[in-house]
């Protein structure tokens, strides 16, 4: 409840309007196909189950509050993932308070003036966050193994960023062969595994090409992550001055 609200409190326009992707590609598609072709439609060069599925939830009502539920269904989801942090992060951090905090982390992340928080279109890069903590984390009871593996594996259908955690999936087979003395694979990374498995192997035969036609200059990126990052959130006034220049320009 608390990672929706300080979702709302940072990103109020976004339970209003429509935001990139949701609107244009993700709403639309599902009006036009229903629920289960967008999900084998690549958006950016991958695919992202996730938000597909949830996504026609929308189209279930008047256009007028679709904005609204793709929203709520976000924060929802935000919710969750911020739950399965505290639960999880249980093995390393031992104070409630520690857990708590880094599950604020994808909620607090200062990218309002680079990119919406509020869409459905970009909870895989939120749910990397608890993806990580999964793996380093304990499964003690049938229930929380069930919601991590359900998790992590979602997460690797929704995002090839995920195959970037396979450090930490070697740490966990390390940790439970010297803790446990076994060799078999926690359930946590068979689902990691079967995710991002599924996910490659869509990108290799069913997606578009990726456009790589834009700038993508390590000067472009410094001067995005010091202009929208560093000034929009931690400088007064920046977003004002920052519209202006842009009008001028």
């Known amino acids: 409840m608390g990672a929706a609200v300080l979702l709302w409190a940072r990103a109020p326009f976004a339970s209003r309007n429509f935001w990139g992707e949701d609107g244009a590609l993700l709403f639309a598609q599902a009006m036009e196909h229903g629920w289960i072709k967008p999900i084998t439609s690549s958006l950016g060069g991958y695919f992202l189950f996730l938000p597909r599925v949830l996504s026609p939830v929308a189209t279930l009502g008047p256009l007028e509050v679709a904005p609204a539920v793709m929203f ?63 793996l380093v984390g304990r499964q003690e009871s049938r229930g929380r193994q069930v919601n991590d593996v359900a998790l992590i594996t979602m997460a690797g259908l929704t995002s090839p960023l995920t195959l970037g955690l396979a450090p930490l999936v070697a740490l966990r087979l390390w940790w439970d062969w010297r803790v446990y003395q076994t060799r078999s694979p926690a359930p946590v990374v068979v689902g990691w ?57």
């Open 72 to 134: 709520s269904m976000c924060a929802l989801v935000l919710g969750w993932f911020a739950v399965t942090v505290v639960l999880a992060g249980d093995r390393h951090l031992d104070q409630p308070l520690s857990r708590v905090a880094l599950a604020f982390v994808p909620v607090l992340l200062p990218i309002v003036g680079f990119e919406v928080i509020g869409g459905l279109a970009n909870l895989h890069f939120l749910m990397l966050c608890p993806a990580a903590v999964i």
């Open 193 to 249: 595994a079967l995710g991002i498995t599924v996910q490659l192997a869509m990108i290799a035969t069913l997606a578009e090409d990726r456009d790589l036609s834009s700038d993508r200059s390590v000067a472009k990126a410094g001067f995005l992550f010091l202009e929208r990052v560093v000034s929009f959130n931690l400088l007064p006034l920046w977003p004002g001055i920052s519209a202006a220049d842009e009008t001028v320009g």
